[in-house]
């Protein structure tokens, strides 16, 4: 397919969400392709598994640069790959605003909760502490406030006795890798 959107995505670790939109992307009728995979930790597990796939990628360390720079150096790779929508999966880094507006519903995130429930961190063990009977994971549009914007996608599962937040987290897992790839897709499918 000729006009496929040009995503990149941007990884902080293991890059499981990553492979799953890279796998999705293999797919003849996919809207996306990827063209760059960058991450603020070289050390990320998610780079090697982006290079076996050929895709480009990039990294720097965050340390001892400010948010501003950091992200303004983030944006010039992206542009330079000609991105036109960014997946962020598992990027474990608040973005400035600056970044943010510069790509103005052009971001997309995945959240291991319901939101609006459980913004931040630890939202497994938050879920499993509140006594919740269900908890999922969130695709939205990233907008300036942390975990906040559109949901566009959700997925439901249950917390069952004696679950830990590991092995919660690894039936929500399950279905990031489901309902990410569709999102991006239909994202993808409104920029064309
Ligand atoms: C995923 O569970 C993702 O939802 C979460 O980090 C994990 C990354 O795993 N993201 C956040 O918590 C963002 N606030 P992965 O590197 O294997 O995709």
Redo the contacts with the bound molecule.
Sequence with gaps: MADRVRVGVL????????ASLIAASREADCPYEIVLVASNNPEAA?LAIAQQAGIATFAHPHKGMKRAEFDSMIDGALRSAGVQLIA?????RILSAEFITGWQGRIL????SLLPLYR??D?HQRAIEAGDAEAG?SVHVVTPEL?DGPVIAQARVPILPGDTPDSL?GR??AE?HRIYPEALAQMARKLR
């Design positions: 990884i902080s670790g293991r890059g499981s969400n990553m998610g962020l999966a598992g990027y474990m995130n995945i959240h291991p931040g961190l939202t994971c975990d987290a929500i897992l990031e």
